[in-house]
């Protein structure tokens, strides 16, 4: 499932936890392997995570 990053986050951070996972957007993707993480900023729009593996999200949104 496609994940939608929008004004109310300035970015994500994947951990992979368990397995692989491939994290991708529309400008190209990423292999994480176990502890692995990679940021994805806002502007990428969308990304999705495919793959046998379990992932924390973490998200950094706008200082008010």
């Known amino acids: 499932k496609a994940q939608s990053l929008n004004e109310a986050v300035v970015y994500a951070v994947v951990t992979c936890v368990k397995g ?29 995570v495919s793959g046998p593996c379990r992932i924390l999200r973490s998200v950094r949104t706008p200082e008010e």
């Open 20 to 48: 692989t996972a491939h994290v991708s957007t529309p400008d190209g993707g990423v292999t994480l392997g176990l502890t692995e993480s990679c940021l994805v900023p806002a502007c990428a729009g969308t990304y999705t």
